[in-house]
């Protein structure tokens, strides 16, 4: 996988499952990352091949739950994000994937830091060191890892650094620091003075809303590569050089790929959401009707795809 001049899709808990991946590189991502997904999960896992949706889905033995899901067409750009606090347990789950993985290094949510993951490792540069490299002297695949900003700029410069000497092939860094809120401007001149320092490509990530700003990162930065989450997850066309389409279009045409790749209709409803309270309300009839649906047929309702739904639904085999 090429790091250098690409438009890359961040990894968004609950968001980034297959059919989000496949729409945002419909509307021309280059790399398109995966939620993060914890090592303890896919440790458990058996690999099935889903011949009635094309698919290879990675469940959780003795269940019926899809972990994780891809398919061949995205096999050159999806990245498997991985959350882990163990080099063993990462290389078993990484092992079991068989795909480029990235290391959580920067979500500072609880469910992964109270674990020691995500943001919890920035503090733990010999952790980091032993599961990066025991990723690369193991794996076939390329690894990457993504960071956010430590308390000073030498801090964060020194531990990309040290990354960078385990033989990952790119470091994504966020533009801000653990305690920063979405609302604080990205730091860009902080994710400049990690790219000044390394030879690995950097992709920087923070505050890019528009597809004019992919541009206006990379200079501001020096960065090989741009990394995009909220502004995607409100218009995933904004990979789009000739502009952006409608965001009602956008949401028909995500609910058309997770009624084609029978997504958890959790995730579909979470993503929807989201979207509309960006743009609207919950408070108003689409946002009630959505929180209200219970299947991905009460979304094909909603959003006017009935008849899409059924055709699908009756040519698969």
Not at 4 to 19: C, E, H, Q, S, Y
Not at 191 to 212: K, R
Not at 222 to 244: H, Q
Request: proline letters at 3%; a neutral charge.
């Amino acid at each position: 996988m090429d790091y250098r001049n690409k438009l890359v899709l961040a990894p968004m808990v609950r968001v980034g499952t297959l059919p989000f991946r496949l729409l945002a590189a419909q509307y021309g991502a280059d790399i398109t990352y995966g939620e993060e997904i914890i090592d303890h999960k896919i440790v458990k896992c058996e690999r099935h091949v889903n011949e009635s949706l094309g698919a290879i889905d990675f469940v959780e033995r003795g269940t019926n739950n899809v972990v994780f899901r891809t398919c061949c067409e995205e096999k050159d750009r999806v990245v498997f994000q991985m959350g882990t606090a163990n080099a063993v347990r990462a290389l078993t789950a990484a092992q079991i994937v068989c795909a480029v993985v990235d290391i959580n290094m920067g979500c500072p949510k609880s469910f992964s830091i109270s674990g020691g993951m995500g943001a919890a490792l920035l503090s733990n540069p010999e952790l980091i060191h032993d599961i990066l490299t025991t990723l690369r002297r193991n794996l076939d695949t390329e690894v990457t890892c993504k960071i956010r900003l430590l308390n000073s700029s030498q801090d964060t410069v020194e531990l990309a650094r040290r990354i960078e000497k385990t033989g990952v092939s790119a470091l994504a860094v966020h533009g801000r620091r653990v305690k920063d809120r979405p609302r604080d401007p990205a730091k860009w001149n902080e994710i400049a003075d990690v790219v000044a320092s390394l030879s690995i490509p950097v992709i920087a990530n923070g505050d890019v809303f528009e597809y004019e700003d992919f541009g206006r990162i990379k200079d501001a930065t020096g960065a090989a590569s741009v990394m995009v989450a909220r502004g995607a997850l409100w218009n995933a066309s904004i990979f789009c050089a000739k502009g952006k389409s409608s965001w009602e279009d956008v949401k028909r045409e995500y609910v058309r790929k997770c009624i084609l790749w029978d997504n958890d209709i959790k995730s579909t409803k979470h993503t929807l959401k989201e979207m509309i309270i960006h743009y609207s309300s919950l408070e108003l009839s689409e946002g009630k009707a959505v929180i209200k649906s219970e299947t991905t047929a009460d979304l094909a309702t909603i959003y006017g795809e009935e008849e899409y739904y059924h055709f699908v639904a009756s040519n698969r085999p």
